[in-house]
């Protein structure tokens, strides 16, 4: 019953902004949940890029922070991701996930069950 999709993503020149949303069904009304962004560059690993949880934003990935923010609205079912002072390196498929066990070390992409299908994003120089 968990869908997550996202929206937002496009191409903008490097310094410039986007938002990416997840509109996330099934998945505020848990009295617990972990979300985070992650993102895939063609020939690339998927990385973590930012992570949160019911009570707000856990952590950045090195090469974002200061740049990027997620947040979530519970009342539109949605996460974000605010992206500033965008670079070329930033470009990449961006998806968003979620879960609701206790106990889990949210470390990988394996680590989360449910996926949207992604958004791309490209900067460019």
């Known amino acids: 019953q968990v869908k997550l999709v996202e929206s937002g993503g496009g191409s903008v020149q490097a310094g410039g902004s986007l938002r990416l949303s997840c509109a996330a069904s099934g998945v505020f009304s848990y009295r617990r949940v972990w979300m985070a962004w992650f993102r895939q560059a063609p020939g690339k690993e998927r990385e973590g890029v930012a992570t949160l949880d019911s009570d707000g934003p856990i952590s950045y990935a090195d090469s974002v922070k200061g740049r990027f923010t997620i947040s979530k609205d519970n009342a539109k079912n949605t996460l974000y991701l605010q992206m500033n002072s965008l670079k070329p390196e930033d470009t990449a498929m961006y998806y968003c996930?979620?879960?609701?066990?206790?106990?889990?070390?949210?470390?990988?992409?394996?680590?989360?069950?449910?996926w949207g299908q992604g958004t791309q994003v490209t900067v460019s120089s």
């Open positions: 996930a979620a879960d609701f066990r206790y106990g889990v070390v949210r470390d990988s992409p394996t680590k989360y069950l449910y």
